[in-house]
């Protein structure tokens, strides 16, 4: 009777044992099967995080607008042609980069090959369009306002305004456009305006010009920075080649010394405004105006156009030499004279073609000032 019980109790314990190597077995294939799978899936992860984000043509650019949640963001995403993955592992990935909430409101280029990581990159990095606008050296202001104007796709919000009233949309009531904006190239995003450029460009010349002012020379016959101002903006208008700058600066530093006119062509056409047709005459050049500075001595009332850095830097730091005239050898570079002979010699010779016949009879050096070019 015990040895019957004993044997039933082996039996039982082996019975346990086997279950036990049974369910230990079937739990380790079951481990190795989820380590399978787990694998699989990491490696398709993976293969999605780096591998183009859409198989065929997009939209050429995404807009993140503020309040968007991922959801609405993906949903974006698969609207304009994003089609790798599932939600769920772009979720994964967001979380991943920690990008999930933290990406930025803006425009966002859809380029060909871009993976879903790079994406998601640009997106919490705020890696924005950007598009372009220039503003050209020696442009005017009504120049700069049709720039504005036909660049796309910034906001328009100062169509219809005057200048008057741009400028005082910019907290500068009273100030007179022309010249207060730097010429450069700046860079704006979707959703910016007119009125955010000018606001730079127009900071950007208060830092240049204070600048230049700062580095002026000893001598300058310039009162304030302003003057600085009017007077690089002629010679932007008056240079054709960048290394004359400094000659044509020094050229009206020393008529503004000696009391001499500037008699500068570029002035009296920034008066005669909309009546300008691409030609000076001389009743042009004895019709007084603000800025006819052949009949007004000294510098005109305002900017004539929008000098340059380089412009700014001549007007403070002009030229030495003894020229007081120049005229136009018609490839936009002068001849600079120190005597007004030398000067109307070079007139007959670049304008009227009418140079001496013998190569050492003629002039060596004139620009502009009493004569026109």
Known sequence: MLAAIGIEEVIVADGRRSALRWGLGGLCLLLLATAAVAAWGWVHYQRFADAPAASGETAASLRIERGDGFATVLGRLREAGIDAGHDIEWRLLARHMDAAGRLKVGEYALDPGLTPRELLQRMRDGRVVQYRVTLVEGWNFRQVRAALAAADPLEHETTGMDDAALMAALDQPGQHPEGRFLPETYLYQRGDSDLDVLRRAHAAMVQALAQAW????????????????????????????????????????????????????????????????????????????????????????????????????????????????????????????????????????????????????????APEGALRR
């Not at 010394?257 to 570029?266: A, K, V």
């Not at 691409?278 to 510098?299: K, M, Q, S, V």
């Open 214 to 365: 700062d580095s002026r020379a000893a001598d300058v016959p310039l009162k304030t920075a302003d003057d600085a101002l009017v007077l690089a903006s002629i010679v932007e208008k008056e240079t054709g080649q960048a290394h004359e700058r400094p000659q044509i600066a020094g050229v009206f530093a020393r008529r503004l010394r000696q009391g001499m006119l500037l008699q500068t062509d570029p002035t009296v056409i920034y008066g005669m405004g909309s009546s300008y047709d691409g030609n000076i005459r001389r009743r042009d050049l004895t019709t007084d105006t603000p800025y006819n500075t052949y009949t007004r001595a000294g510098l005109p009332p305002t900017p004539i156009a929008m000098p340059g850095r380089a412009a700014l830097q001549a007007a403070v730091n002009p030229a030495p030499g003894d020229a007081l005239y120049f005229v136009s050898r018609n490839d936009g570079s002068h001849i600079f004279s120190a005597t007004y002979a030398e000067h109307r010699a070079a007139v007959d010779c670049y304008q009227r073609k009418r140079c001496p016949a013998t190569p050492a009879a003629t002039p060596a050096q």
